[in-house]
């Protein structure tokens, strides 16, 4: 997955980017805190264009309550 996100398309094709990988379970819980007051405030909006969003709003749901679980959580930096 990182190879992958090395090959992306960059400003002037440099693919100067580097990611975070976080796996400790007490930084991921300190992540899933903060993820789940963004999906709050995204999903309180998702009325405002469902059934378009409907499939997105599932998703976000299930990672809100899982992200924990996450073996792995990549951030691009």
């Known amino acids: 997955m990182i190879d992958a996100a090395n090959q992306d398309p960059t400003g002037s094709?440099?693919?100067n980017t580097s990611q975070i990988i976080v796996r400790d379970?007490?930084?991921k819980k300190k992540l899933g805190e903060l993820?789940?007051?963004a999906?709050?405030?995204y999903i309180d909006t998702a009325g405002l264009?469902?059934?378009e969003r409907a499939g997105i709003v599932k998703a976000?749901?299930?990672q809100r309550h899982h992200f924990d679980a996450i073996p792995a959580i990549l951030i691009p930096s």
């Open 13 to 15: 094709n440099k693919q």
């Open 49 to 51: 264009s469902a059934p």
């Open 39 to 41: 999906v709050n405030g």
């Open 60 to 62: 976000v749901k299930w």
């Open 35 to 37: 993820n789940r007051i």
């Open 25 to 27: 379970d007490e930084q």
